[in-house]
Structure formats: structure tokens, C-alpha cells
């Protein structure tokens, strides 16, 4: 077995999992406008972090659900790369993500229409192809892009 195949064996046993469900909560008071809320999760990473309309729209200290997904987005999409290139044989001395999603008008609401991620990485001994190659594969499967009903842009470069 070559040590390539080896690793991708390991790499298939880590990620081999059952169904998991991840939760998190938010609680709301008062309207939309004047009102605000605060967002825990299972983790205790959020906890009672609040959000309102001034932290979504106006830049108040807190968090927002764009701002959330996107760190989601970025998260999910950098593990599923460090994993498709352990699958692939190389081992990253970096991979910096950043996901900028879109929030704009859609009728009389909303719409979140792009995310758009931007990846700088250090990966020793791998070409552009190959790296653009691996990188689209883990855009594309990555569960956070999956569940995104938006376009989706990927700039990558080696570095």
C-alpha cells in the first residue's frame, strides 16, 4: 500500500461519523426594530451573545446571523480542505480563510445572496493546479456551501 492510500484510508476512518446534530438558541424580546436577543449554543462558545437590529444593520457591538454563517461557511470550508489535502498527501503550514457574505433587498425582506471566500495558503511542495483542484472539491463539499442558497465564489491562491 502506497503511503499516500494509507493516509486516505485514516483520513476516510476519521471522517466516517453517524448523523450529528449541532444546536444552538436564540431568544428575542421586544420588535424587531427596538427589540434585541441574545444566541447561546450547545458548545457554550455563544453564550447569551447578543444580536439585535443594530448589531445586523448599524455596527453595534454583538453579533448577527450573516456574520455567524459566514464564520461557518469559512470554518467548514477550511477543515474540508486541510482534509482533502491530508487525502491528497500534503500537509498545509497554513490555510487563512475569510467568507464575506452578501445581505441585500429581496422584496419586502431579505436575501442572503453571496458568499464569497477569499483562501491564502502555505502548502509545501504543491502546484497551483493541484491546489485549485483540491480547493474547488472541498468548496463543493463542504456541508456549510451545501446548505447555502446563494452564489458561492472561491479566490484561492498558494502563497
Same mark, same amino acid.
Given at each position: 500500500?502506497?503511503?499516500?492510500?494509507?493516509?486516505?484510508?485514516? @483520513?476516510?476512518?476519521?471522517?466516517?461519523?453517524?448523523?450529528? *446534530?449541532?444546536?444552538?438558541?436564540?431568544?428575542?424580546?421586544?420588535?424587531?426594530?427596538?427589540?434585541?436577543?441574545? $444566541?447561546?449554543?450547545?458548545?457554550? %462558545?455563544?453564550? #447569551?451573545?447578543?444580536?439585535?437590529?443594530?448589531?445586523?444593520?448599524?455596527?453595534?457591538?454583538?453579533?448577527?446571523?450573516?456574520?455567524?454563517?459566514? /464564520?461557518?461557511?469559512?470554518? @467548514?470550508?477550511?477543515?474540508?480542505?486541510?482534509?482533502?489535502?491530508?487525502? #491528497?498527501?500534503?500537509?498545509?503550514?497554513?490555510?487563512?480563510?475569510? /467568507?464575506?457574505?452578501?445581505?441585500?433587498?429581496?422584496?419586502?425582506?431579505?436575501? *442572503?445572496?453571496?458568499?464569497? $471566500?477569499? $483562501?491564502?495558503? &502555505? %502548502?509545501?511542495?504543491?502546484?497551483?493546479?493541484?491546489? #485549485?483542484?483540491?480547493?474547488?472539491?472541498?468548496?463543493?463539499? @463542504?456541508?456549510?456551501? &451545501? %446548505? $447555502?442558497? #446563494?452564489?458561492?465564489?472561491?479566490?484561492?491562491?498558494?502563497?
Amino acid at each position: 500500500m502506497s503511503p499516500s492510500a494509507g493516509t486516505e484510508r485514516r @483520513c476516510q476512518q476519521q471522517t466516517r461519523r453517524t448523523e450529528m *446534530i449541532r444546536k444552538a438558541t436564540a431568544v428575542w424580546k421586544g420588535t424587531g426594530r427596538d427589540g434585541a436577543g441574545h $444566541l447561546s449554543s450547545e458548545s457554550g %462558545v455563544l453564550a #447569551a451573545t447578543p444580536y439585535s437590529f443594530k448589531t445586523r444593520f448599524e455596527n453595534e457591538k454583538g453579533t448577527n446571523p450573516e456574520e455567524l454563517i459566514a /464564520a461557518a461557511h469559512a470554518g @467548514c470550508f477550511t477543515m474540508a480542505l486541510a482534509f482533502g489535502l491530508q487525502m #491528497a498527501g500534503f500537509t498545509p503550514d497554513e490555510l487563512s480563510t475569510e /467568507a464575506a457574505v452578501t445581505l441585500e433587498p429581496e422584496g419586502k425582506g431579505f436575501k *442572503i445572496s453571496k458568499s464569497a $471566500l477569499t $483562501l491564502r495558503a &502555505k %502548502v509545501p511542495n504543491l502546484d497551483e493546479a493541484g491546489f #485549485a483542484k483540491i480547493a474547488g472539491e472541498a468548496e463543493k463539499n @463542504c456541508p456549510v456551501s &451545501k %446548505v $447555502l442558497n #446563494a452564489a458561492i465564489t472561491l479566490d484561492a491562491k498558494l502563497g
